[in-house]
């Protein structure tokens, strides 16, 4: 095995990439890891494509993670009686609970709690923003609007009201549904749509426990307001560019790309890039070259990993998606000014022994031009640790944990791989040369630097730092 690339990419699977052939083809190609999207699809067919990720982490030994985005809030219009009625630019639109097909006239809202939060004046986006209406007046149970930005409406697409907080849980009903089964399953990650506030993630804290790590999605303004502390109770968080994207001018979203990067690798957490990165493969063999600087920009900017929903859920390549994105990021990392950005940009360490520790791991790995770092640990925090000091070897994670080594498969630079427990000293050192080289991260000859933690099998205890020579 030669190390992939550092930065990550998650593949979602849906109707194209269902068999375990497909799945096969998909991790061959680059995907670390594989997202079920809680949105789409029947429990069966979740089922079946875990049990196949399952079903291929134990014929190649290694750990593959699996994250399920739960659907979260999305308001919606209802029906119409023609599937779908045009709206022309000055018409008016009546937005109402009546759950009665609607028309050019009308437009079935079953969501009480929006008209709680509307207000004259304010804009209502339709469709992810491609139709635009302006709310004249508003009561308990309607809204009447104005046409701004009139054309075809299509039944259940979403709503999105700028500016607007909710008073919604990021967990529907259907949510709590779907997390029971999904922790049921063995899910590594869980994916938390619509985030506002940090209550949120605290309420899904209370829920998953240590069963699985939550990742925050952000997607809602309202989110940005304190970002700080939404981080800090997530294990990672992912831009979500497709809902934050509506919510807010397009020119805006770039460099809150960027601030969400800077606060994710600050805290020392995961970071994924989403939405649209590769859109144009939904349909096309190739990448328009837009995109493909669009992935690049999201490595160059310091993010954990990239992921590609519709290009591979339902696109026509979808194996050929995540191996343009695979070159992309490999092209990126042998750029020489990928390195002087990842060292410009990196963050001071924490006053912790398990920071020092790590810090100096990255200096003396540089020093005597290591040829990896090699971390053991429990819970993971010592390779999220080394991961966060973006170092310019792999990092070989060694653990005895499954549910850590698969969701360290997110961490950029991290190669995860089931290992042993080891009692003392002299064993770690001996089975840290023979994992390196065995698994094609280091050649005899070769220096090693080591990172634990005593005693052995502590979590969050990392404080013992050993240069080793592979025999």
Not at 130 to 152: F, I, K, Q, Y
């Amino acid at each position: 095995m030669t190390p992939r690339r550092a930065a990550k990419i998650i593949a979602t699977l849906g109707p194209a990439s269902s068999t375990p052939d497909r799945i096969r083809a998909l991790h061959a190609a680059g995907a670390d890891l594989f997202r079920l999207n809680f949105s789409h699809g029947e429990r069966a067919e979740h089922r079946a494509r875990y049990e196949a990720v399952r079903r291929l982490e134990r014929e190649i030994g290694r750990p593959i993670g699996i994250l399920v985005d739960l659907q979260g809030p999305k308001i919606r219009v209802g029906k119409f009686a023609g599937g779908k009625v045009t709206l022309g630019e000055g018409k008016p639109l009546r937005l109402d609970l009546d759950p009665a097909p609607g028309d050019a006239a009308r437009a079935p809202l079953p969501h009480p709690e929006v008209f709680q939060v509307l207000s004259p004046g304010q804009m209502v986006l339709l469709d992810d923003g491609r139709l635009r209406l302006r709310v004249e007046s508003v009561s308990a149970d309607r809204a009447e609007t104005v046409v701004v930005t009139g054309g075809v409406l299509g039944e259940r697409k979403g709503v999105n009201l700028p500016g607007a907080i909710l008073p919604l849980s990021a967990l529907t009903e259907k949510d709590l549904r779907d997390l029971d089964f999904a922790l049921s399953l063995g899910a590594d990650w869980i994916a938390l749509s619509f985030v506002q506030r940090p209550d949120d993630v605290a309420e899904l804290r209370k829920i998953v426990g240590n069963r699985a790590a939550i990742m925050s999605k952000i997607e809602k303004p309202q989110a940005l307001a304190r970002l700080d502390q939404i981080v800090d109770l997530s294990d990672a968080v992912m831009v979500a560019r497709g809902d934050l994207g509506v919510e807010l001018p397009p020119e805006d979203v770039p460099t809150l790309q960027k601030r969400i990067v800077r606060t994710g690798r600050r805290a020392g957490k995961p970071v994924v890039v989403a939405t649209q990165m590769l859109d144009s493969m939904v349909r096309d063999p190739a990448p328009t070259r837009a995109e493909a600087s669009d992935v690049a920009n999201a490595v160059y900017d310091g993010a954990d990993a990239v992921m590609l929903s519709a290009e591979t859920a339902s696109g026509a390549y979808p194996a050929e998606a995540v191996a343009m994105m695979a070159r992309i990021i490999g092209r990126v990392e042998h750029d020489p000014a990928y390195r002087v950005i990842m060292d410009a940009n990196h963050p001071p360490p924490q006053a912790t022994a398990a920071d020092a520790i790590t810090l100096a791991a990255r200096e003396v790995a540089t020093t005597i031009a290591a040829a990896c770092i090699v971390t053991y640990t429990s819970s993971g925090s010592t390779a999220l640790r080394a991961s966060r000091e973006r170092p310019a070897v792999p990092i070989l994670c060694l653990t005895g944990r499954t549910q850590t080594a698969r969701r360290m498969t997110l961490a950029w630079g991290v190669h995860c791989f089931f290992s042993h427990d080891v009692s003392t000293i002299d064993e770690m050192v001996a089975y840290a040369q023979e994992s390196a080289k065995s698994n094609g991260i280091a050649k005899s000859g070769e220096r090693i630097v080591i990172t634990a933690g005593m005693p052995f099998g502590t979590p969050g205890a990392t404080n013992m730092l050993r240069v080793a020579w592979v025999e």
